[in-house]
């Protein structure tokens, strides 16, 4: 191990400590300085009631990232899943609920022609996902190139485009921009198929079912191996890889929040703990958001003036609340075959709901008639909550970060609007609640102290997306500063727990990589 | 005054001397500098200019840009924006420089007035207040342009440190060039800096408009001795080519003016590389600049003797194969030289001094156009460049 100051990475988040556990079996010292008084960042498992515990803000993986697991050994560490490929219920108030299980339907009311159609849509569009997923371990391109290798990245994206065949090519250049709610019109007549195709396109995102770029958020989300239920909730994901890193000799530091990124001698000095602790630092990579990183802790004066305000401008007002309930037993969804109430439930009839849901968002008011997309994790998990009794953890959306009204005031009648959209699809479940949290985006960025509380830590679409996330000039995980690096869901590829950040970070500062 | 939202009914304003620079402007020949008014010449360019060299002029000032930066992290933030080191630029100082965007392309050039540890004025000839707005990200500083708070005068010349003098203000000889202070005037207070851009001795002049009348007529009373004349730009354009400074938007154009990004230059590609210290820890367009001056500028400034007695108004310039490599942006006969000279930006590595040039020159005598190609010499440093104008005190007139 080398001998010297460390490098320090901030947060232990599945980023942060990938890129911890990564560095550390590259020899280098690391030492990983996390404010909260445990590892997980946004992929933590938390008890909010006694003895209930939940996935507190990511409660399904969709994208974790295969290689990082066999890599860093994280089976061996401890990881585990309770069930996974989850189906996908469409709720209806009436009828049978849709069914989805990969490229088929295998339940509900829809249209012959939409039962044939789905199988190929789905198809195409795992194609069209599995290019963008391809460029995960990719480190986006300069965008101005000055030498010829700086173009290799992009030219690899482009042949992994033209890869697709021509039909397919033009086609994903046709919908990669697009509006999910159109290209499900081309496809589909069903509007409980829409809807339910229309959440996977908006979660986590500000934007509509009739927002451009959607379809992008889309394909991003389809990359993975589809939801997942890691046993001991999403944090045990963090877990592993928090027990990667200390094996590979990576030391974590609990409660330890970062006041600011020190700078000296032509490049960062190190760090300095909130405690008044000055810690120096070979490197500092930062799993923190990107504003959180470059505005509050290293300051806006430390960067020239264009990048700053790039930063300043990046998009990340959160949408998604969590809601979480301590349930006596289990809920009975309308519609729902017994056996189907711990897949994924979604919330969200058609695809103009989706819209009309967002349209709140745009003028700063919550949905009163939002989006969800439920789990009852118990179902697969008994480590979650005592026998017998369940946990339901729902993402609603759209809850905006800037509600005009204030979330103090907003807070009760916004989670009452949503107990009672609960209670309309399983009749019966509010006289089962035990205990219930609302976590809104501005609850999250402070908890997590994510900017904006936002799901990608900085909003995923086209403008923000591979050379130009999180900003132009600041897209390569090394920063401008030398021997600060960024590895955050800020970076490429973006939230979710995925993991390919914290790596990629890893291996450009182990590269000796520049912005 | 009128209300401030009465402003567009005079679309272009008139400077707080106007009524002066009115009854003096014999020609009646005016132009707009952004939103002001101003006399191209009042009586005569010729006699401006000599009396300018010789004696001395005064060049109505006011339109010129001027911000106020003032707060706790006023001087972090100037020496953010610009490429020099500040940290030598005391109170009482004015100090030259240039600021570029990320890219290091040169947004504009200008002059930075400390007037105390966080108090600045900044001086430019574009408008730079939304640049320096969203420079101040992360400093607490109040910005503001003050362009129309300030009346100003630029009284240039050999003799002007004497009309100064009888204008009664004590000292002022002891000033240093790019020192600046402040004198009691009928009442107000009058700020004399010794800057200026026409390479020759001379002062700046800063005053509330309300005391500008007054200013103006205390000068001339005192500056009929020693020759003073009002000026107009095209004697004041004469006087800083044969300086050799540059100018915004004619010798190259501003980094946020323009689309092709070919198009703008960098300090060095301007002859300023003086003015750029890479050894700053951070300012805005330094990663770019220490790029550059690993892999070399594209272009270079030049400043050009060329043969004959023809200005080389918009030539091209070749190189002796007959290939064009750049173009004259300023140009003229200079009376003090006794020579045709010019600014060009050249591609490198041409332009070295010694460097044989060519300017395929066009002009036109009774509406016929003859062209000839003329051979150019590269100067360094100003064309003309009188002692006096760095000697303190200057020398007696
Ligand atoms: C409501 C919601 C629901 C979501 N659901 C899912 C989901 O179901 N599936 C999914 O895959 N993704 C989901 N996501 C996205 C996912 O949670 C995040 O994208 C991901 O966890 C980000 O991981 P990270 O390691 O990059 O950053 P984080 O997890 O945010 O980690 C950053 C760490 O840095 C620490 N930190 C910050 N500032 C400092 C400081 N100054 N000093 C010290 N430490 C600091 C934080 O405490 C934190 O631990 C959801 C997000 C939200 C908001």
Redesign the pocket.
Known sequence: MTEGPPVVV???????LAAAAYLARAGRRVLV????GHV????VTREFAPRFRVSS???????LDAEIVRELGLRRHGLEFARTRLRTVALAEQGEALVLDGNRIVAGAVPDADRAAYGPFIDRMRRFAAVLARQHHRVPPRLAWARWRDALPAAALGLDIRRLGRDDMREFLRVVTMAIYDVLEESFASPALKGALAVDAVL?TRLGSRSGNSVFSYLHRLGGGGPALPRGGVGSVCDALAAAARSAGAEIRLD???AAITVGGGGVAGVRLESGESIAAAAVVS??DPK?TLLR?LGARHLEAELAQRVHHLRST?T?A?LHLALSGLPRFRGVAAGDAGERLVLAPSATYVDEAFNAAKYRRYSSQPIMEITVPTVHDGTLAPAGQHVLSA?VQFAPYDLAAGWDAARGRFQECVLELLERHAPGIRGQVLAAELLTPQD?ERD???SG?H???GELALDQALMLRPVPGAARYAMPVAGLYLC??GCHPG???IGA?GRNAARVLLAGGSP | MRPAREHYREVVQRTPFHSRTAAANALNLWHRWRDYTVADAYVDVGLEYVALRNACAVFDLSPMTKHRISGPDAAAFVDRLVTRDLTRLRPGRVGYCVWCDDRGQVIDDGTLFRFADDEFRLCSQERQLDWLLRSSLGFDVAIREETAEVAALALQGPTSCAVLAALGLEGVAGLAPFAMRSFPFAGAELLVSRTGFTGDLGYELWIAPAHAEALWDALFAAGAAYGLKPMGTHALEMSRIEAGFIQAGVDFLPADHAVRTDRTRSPFELDLGWLVDLSKPNFTGRRALLEESRIGPRYRLVRLDVEGNKPARDAYVYDDKRNVIGAVTSSMWSPMAKASIALASVRQPWGRPGDELWAEIYYQKELKWNRFNARCRVVEGAFYQPPRRRATPPPPW
């Open positions: 901030i947060g232990a988040g599945h980023n942060g300085v996390e404010a909260q997980g960042g946004a992929a803000v990511a409660h399904l993986t969709h994208l986590g330890s929040p970062v799993s923190a959180t802790l959160g998604a969590k993402i999250i997590f102290r994510i509380g799901w990608h830590h955050g869901a939230g979710g727990v950040a």
